[in-house]
């Protein structure tokens, strides 16, 4: 049985010069170098601009937690706040999301708890939330899977009829992954509605973006593929969602694929275990972060009287709270039954499976038993 799809003859080509609708110093852009996005309203803004503030705060709680040794490990997006939160509040709530390991404050926008994003970097579960309740897959470690789970979704639901999007995010990195590939590819030739955002932070660990590509952007993969691709500013959260939410209402009707490069950058060591020092300087952190996406919406957000003191105060208040519910759950010692470990391994349990628990079971009765003080009440 074979599927008709309509052929769209798609050449948008990226610009060069990233897409903008603020400038670095917080001024609305106009002309060419919007291509031909509009700028959002206040309101829109303004809760942009306090998703970015609490996740930024939620970040560096953890950053912090991290090197008090409450997690195994933690990939902070701090500086690429516009970048993931621009794209994954252009979706709907019905609509399904993708994530790397490094997308932690998107999860946080999409409103799952930070307990449960966090318990798979503190080694409790592999993942600790509801996906179907929040239609969030869990955080991808392997680079670009994610991407091809993404599509096999949207392109189960083009063929239900079911109007939802797939977002997934990748890194710079990940688009020289033969996944990536075939995620492009498959989503072109079936116009999935699925929408690809790749975070061009500049570096795959410490591999800079000059050694992994001869493109010009990682937009420009999207031609060879047949569907558009968008260089924008990542850093310039306006110009995101703009970009983002077309793309996604260009899913949702039928218009299939985008992919958008998001140009931003990595302020942080790419985990706590990484030395950024070895692969890059101090001179080219300082830049960036001079380009700060939360402090460029902030001055256009006063410049325009929609930030107003009262309201920057219940901001911080908010993200303060979100931080300190973060400590409550982190610092708490976690209740983990080991046997835990076999529980959602395969539908029907395997036999051999079921050998080892029951192994398991008995080691640890064993264990307790011998831990018993002596004399002490069976």
């Not at 040794?69 to 999301?97: H, K, M, N």
């Not at 990195?173 to 590819?185: I, K, Q, R, V």
């Not at 992919?259 to 300087?281: A, C, K, M, Q, V």
């Amino acid at each position: 049985m074979s599927l008709n799809v309509e052929h769209h003859s798609v050449r948008t080509l990226p610009s060069e010069k990233p897409i903008r609708l603020l400038d670095n110093a917080g001024h609305a852009v106009t002309g060419q170098a919007t291509g031909g996005f509009a700028l959002p309203d206040c309101d829109t803004l303004l809760d942009l601009y306090r998703k970015m503030v609490i996740a930024r705060r939620f970040d560096v709680q953890v950053t912090a937690l991290t090197k008090q040794g409450r997690l195994a490990t933690y990939p902070s997006a701090y500086g690429q706040e516009a970048c993931e939160i621009g794209v994954i509040a252009a979706l709907e709530a019905r609509d399904w999301f993708f994530p790397t390991y490094r997308d932690s404050i998107a999860l946080l926008t999409r409103g799952i708890d930070p307990g449960h994003i966090l318990q798979s970097f503190r080694g409790d579960w592999h993942n600790g939330y509801d996906q179907h309740a929040h239609r969030c897959a869990s955080q991808a470690t392997p680079l670009a899977t994610q991407a091809l789970h993404a599509v096999g979704l949207a392109h189960a639901a083009r063929l239900r009829k079911d109007p939802i999007v797939a977002l997934t995010f990748l890194g710079d990195g990940a688009t020289s992954e033969g996944d990536a590939h075939e995620a492009f590819n498959f989503a072109a030739v079936w116009q999935t509605p699925t929408v690809f955002l790749v975070q061009n932070n500049q570096f795959a660990i410490s591999v800079p973006l000059w050694r992994q590509t001869r493109a010009v952007t990682l937009a420009d993969k999207a031609v060879g593929y047949g569907m558009p691709g968008y260089h924008v500013d990542g850093n310039d959260i306006a110009a995101m969602y703009a970009v983002a939410r077309a793309a996604v209402d260009r899913a949702r009707s039928g218009g299939g694929p985008t992919l958008i490069e998001g140009l931003t950058y990595r302020i942080e060591s790419h985990t706590n275990s990484d030395d950024p020092t070895r692969y890059r300087s101090a001179r080219d952190v300082e830049h960036w972060k001079r380009r700060d996406p939360i402090e460029r919406l902030e001055k256009y957000l006063v410049s325009e009287g929609a930030l107003t003191e009262a309201i920057r105060s219940e901001i911080t208040d908010a993200a303060e709270a979100v931080a300190a519910h973060t400590r409550d759950v982190m610092t708490a010692e976690a209740d983990l039954d080991p046997l835990e470990l076999f529980d959602h391994v395969y539908s029907r349990p395997r036999p051999a499976l079921m050998e080892q628990r029951a192994r398991l079971e008995a080691e640890l009765a064993e264990g307790k038993h011998e831990a018993e003080p002596a004399g002490a009440a069976r």
